[in-house]
């Protein structure tokens, strides 16, 4: 997992802040210092948090749990679209759709529709409706698509989210608080993190300082299902082996057991030759 060194981040503008006057002074530690008008990112805090973050996302991919991305500004949209179907992960660059995680069961029903619509599409019941009926159905698939076409295969609560720009989602960010949802996310200098459990200091309005961020912590992701996927072989040859192994002790029981059962008829063929002899005595 190789994490971007400070030469990179500088080149992707990482550091770059909003104007002074716009700050959150809790972004205080994460400030190197602030010039024409502008806060600079301590880049050093951000390659640290960075691969604290590319960590524990790494573990999360690794244990066959999904992640959330989030990001509906205009620059990180693509980026983000690009990214985590890159390693099979939902996102949501549309609006974010209010209850989306408090209200789950709603949402996934709303999903179940846009399915449904396609198997009637399939089977040929489509076709049997009226021209009107057809216009409108289709209207609402390509309006569930765009919302949450992305999240068509997410049947559960994500075991977290990554969010860019929190002031923006700050919806998203308010739920997963609520449910318990670790929250991942780039923090700009006018953002508060006091709300995010792993805090990426850096510029979230430039696509490629955006962009350099998530090619880190995607790859760290994509590490860990490689992994995932070897102890998965790793078991599967270890589960093949194991009936030999266990073939020698299963002979030894059924040997064990015919000796029993051959001993127990013997006691019994002479306590009956006993009981016969004292019958005829």
């Not at 698939?141 to 969010?163: H, Q, T």
């Not at 979230?204 to 102890?231: F, H, N, P, Q």
């Not at 040859?237 to 051959?262: H, L, Q, Y």
Request: glycine share 4%; aromatic share 4%.
């Amino acid at each position: 997992m190789a994490n971007p060194t400070f030469d990179q981040l500088l080149e992707a503008g990482c550091h770059f802040g909003h104007l002074k006057r716009k700050w959150n002074p809790a972004m205080a530690p994460y400030i190197f210092m602030e010039r024409n008008g502008i806060h600079i990112i301590d880049l050093y805090k951000t390659a640290a948090k960075l691969e604290e973050a590319a960590a524990a996302l790494k573990n999360i991919a690794k244990s066959g749990k999904k992640v959330l991305f989030v990001a509906t500004k205009k620059q990180a949209k693509q980026v983000i679209a690009d990214h985590a179907s890159a390693i099979g992960m939902p996102y949501v660059i549309e609006r974010w759709p209010g209850g989306m995680l408090t209200n789950f069961p709603t949402i996934r029903k709303a999903v179940k529709k846009m399915t449904s619509i396609d198997k009637m599409t399939k089977d040929g019941t489509f076709d049997n409706l009226s021209k009107r009926e057809k216009l409108q159905i289709t209207r609402q698939r390509a309006k569930l698509e765009k919302n949450l076409g992305s999240i068509a295969d997410l049947n559960r609560l994500p075991s977290a989210l990554f969010v860019v720009d929190v002031l923006k989602e700050h919806i998203a960010v308010a739920e997963a608080n609520r449910l318990g949802i670790p929250v991942f996310a780039m923090v700009d200098t006018n953002s508060d993190p006091s709300a995010i459990d792993f805090v990426i200091p850096a510029n979230d309005d430039a696509s490629k300082s955006i962009e350099i961020v998530l090619d880190t912590v995607c790859a760290a992701m994509a590490e860990g299902l490689e992994e995932r996927k070897a102890e998965k072989v790793d078991t599967a040859a270890a589960g093949e082996d194991a009936p030999a192994e266990a073939a020698p002790r299963r002979e030894r029981r059924r040997v064990r057991r015919n000796d029993e059962a051959k001993a127990e008829a013997t006691e019994t063929a002479a306590a009956e030759a006993q009981a016969t002899e004292a019958e005829e005595a």
